[in-house]
């Protein structure tokens, strides 16, 4: 019995023992928890790999998801720079890294705050972090400048995030390839440098760049489409968010390879940066402001020019300047946006011949511009707009009139006619030339090519090339022929099509007649929407080919697969309905 009742005790304090251990576990994990947690910062938006906006936001240091917003501090690399940094109110503190004594016989593995040709600092990296890290909640980018330094430095970030100090978004960056007017290689090694992130401390944002330079009394030349491309074969497998720094005098002049690369993926943005000897104009950085979402490019400018800029592009009533070859997006359609809110519009033409003028509806989207040949070629041959009502008006004058109307749209050039091509083609580049073209342009025909190989159309060849030749700066549009979808999209007609268009670096828009849908085999959306991260479908169908009702399980399918980057060219009665269906749903 007196076994038993000390057996009991013991059982009792033995509980009592455990339940206060748990007890203190739980409190010290909720401490720990509070107390590795940056005020007002969110777990998620706390760590190195975290969206730089989402973490800045989180803080309440900007008020939306514009990168905009974001301050910077340059070369913040010696003592006093730090501390003149850290009492600032930038949002970002960029540093530049090297390894002592770089190229001497004092050369040591330790990473040092310092921007070449210096070679010793006051401040080591160690010495910054704990600074930064200890008294301030300031993004950071380190920006590399030789190869020996990214693996030590390296090493003491996963070892400080580790420990639970590094509680923010970390910017790895290092120029990786040779870009614009450099006439030797200086650049990092970039199979060295992606590797020892990947290895080391990959939960960061990467920000690769091109080694640049600019000559004020000598000719310059900006970024190449090889120089882009070859960037994102290089980064395009990486893991990591990436930010790629462009130097913002050059950004204008290679805007093209530059929206293409912001398509490739949503991981990607840009981070447009000034030398202080650089030409700088406000309208290339508005241009550039205009055709991306505001989330995908950040402003490294020096003052004033950038209160100036800021001033401008902050302007909700001044007139934005589109890319002809860009995505409808911001334009008509908000990131990620439903493509169906996208309208197709028939313009009103009154009269004939060179009084003709142009209404437009009074709402905003693409117009749907079906274009002819008026004259021989003997006669110089003019393009012309053929309306359903048969009145004729001018391409160039029915474009002219268009650039007076206020408000958000883009143009869809429908070639009716073969020989119109190359002429509508022409007339674009000049008025693109001459500053009069501010808005998305798609061309767009029925093509004649492999298994949909039909008299009387522009062959897909033909299409491409002259859009090669004559003016590259569009959204190209193919579709079908209507006499080979009786038995709809076959798997052919689909090979041949993308085959087609594998070269293309241009915005694709397959156009779908929505009737073959209904015939066609499980997955011929898809299969196009995965040909090209810039690939879309427009679904079209018109009243002669039946009713809404014909088409709806179709129009509704088409949506399933992916409603940002499928459209759907419909008569406004057929759009209203199509709408009410998915409300419904």
């Known amino acids: 019995m007196a076994c038993r009742e000390h057996l009991s005790k013991n059982r009792g304090k033995w509980v009592f023992a455990s339940i206060t251990c748990v007890s203190v576990v739980v409190i010290v994990s909720i401490v720990l928890a509070i107390t590795l947690q940056r005020p007002g910062c969110e777990l998620e938006a706390c760590s190195p790999d975290a969206d730089m906006l989402d973490y800045l936001l989180s803080l309440g240091q900007i008020s939306c998801r514009d990168a905009l917003e974001v301050t910077w501090y340059h070369a913040a690399n010696s003592k006093k720079a730090m501390m003149d940094a850290l009492n600032s109110n930038v949002t970002v503190l960029e540093a530049d890294i090297s390894v002592e004594g770089l190229g001497t016989a004092n050369e040591t593995a330790v990473p040092i705050m310092a921007h070449p040709p210096a070679i010793y600092s006051d401040n080591t990296l160690e010495q910054w972090l704990d600074a930064v890290l200890g008294s301030s909640q300031k993004g950071i980018k380190l920006d590399f400048k030789n190869i020996k330094a990214v693996g030590p430095s390296l090493d003491l970030l996963r070892r400080l995030t580790e420990e639970g100090k590094v509680q923010r978004p970390v910017w790895i960056n290092a120029d990786i390839l040779k870009g614009p007017n450099v006439p030797i290689s200086l650049e990092v090694n970039a199979t060295q440098f992606l590797a020892l992130v990947q290895e080391k401390y990959p939960k960061v944002t990467l920000s690769p760049g091109w080694t640049t330079l600019y000559l004020a009394m000598f000719p310059n030349r900006t970024y190449t489409q090889a120089m882009v491309e070859k960037m994102h074969e290089l980064v395009g497998v990486v893991p990591q968010r990436i930010t790629f720094p462009v130097r913002s005098s050059m950004v204008r002049a290679a805007w093209p390879h530059f929206s293409w690369l912001l398509s490739q993926s949503e991981r990607y943005s840009l981070t447009l940066w000034q030398a202080a000897s650089d030409p700088m104009l406000v309208e290339d950085l508005l241009y550039v402001r205009d055709n991306t979402a505001v989330h995908q490019v950040y402003y490294d400018i020096f003052e004033p020019f950038l209160s100036q800029f800021k001033q401008l592009a ?55 511009l079906n274009t002819g040949l008026e004259g021989t070629v003997a006669e110089k041959p003019v393009p012309i707009i ?128 929505a009737m073959p849908l209904g015939h066609s085999t499980a997955g011929a959306v898809a299969r196009l929407l995965a040909s090209s991260p810039r690939a879309t479908v427009t679904v079209e169908h018109s009243p002669a080919g039946g009713d809404y009702a014909s088409v709806r399980t179709a129009l509704l399918a088409a949506r399933t697969v992916d409603r940002t980057r499928v459209y759907y060219r419909l008569p406004q009665g057929y759009h209203k309905d199509l709408l009410a269906d998915v409300g419904r749903n």
């Open 314 to 368: 902050l302007n909700a009533t001044r007139k934005r300047m589109y890319y002809t070859g860009g995505s409808l997006i911001p334009l008509l359609q908000l990131p990620r946006g439903d493509g169906l809110n996208v309208k197709w519009l028939i313009p009103d033409i009154q009269g004939s011949g060179k009084t003709a003028t142009v209404t437009l509806p009074d709402t905003e989207g693409m117009i749907l």
């Open 386 to 513: 053929r309306a359903p009502s048969g009145s004729i008006l001018t391409l160039e004058s029915c474009l002219q009139q268009l650039a007076t109307y206020p408000g958000h749209w883009g143009v869809h050039l429908q070639i009716v006619e073969p020989a119109a091509l190359r002429p509508s083609l022409a007339l674009l580049a000049r008025l693109s030339s001459l500053g009069l073209l501010h808005w998305p342009v798609w061309v767009g025909a029925k093509v004649s090519h492999g298994s949909f190989l039909v008299p009387g159309h522009v062959t897909g060849r033909e299409l491409l090339t002259a859009v090669t030749e004559v003016f590259p700066h569009v959204t190209v549009a193919p579709g079908w022929p209507e006499e080979v979808l009786g038995s709809g999209y076959r798997e052919q007609l689909l090979t041949d099509m993308l085959e087609l268009c594998q070269e293309l670096w241009q915005p694709v828009s397959f156009q779908m007649p």
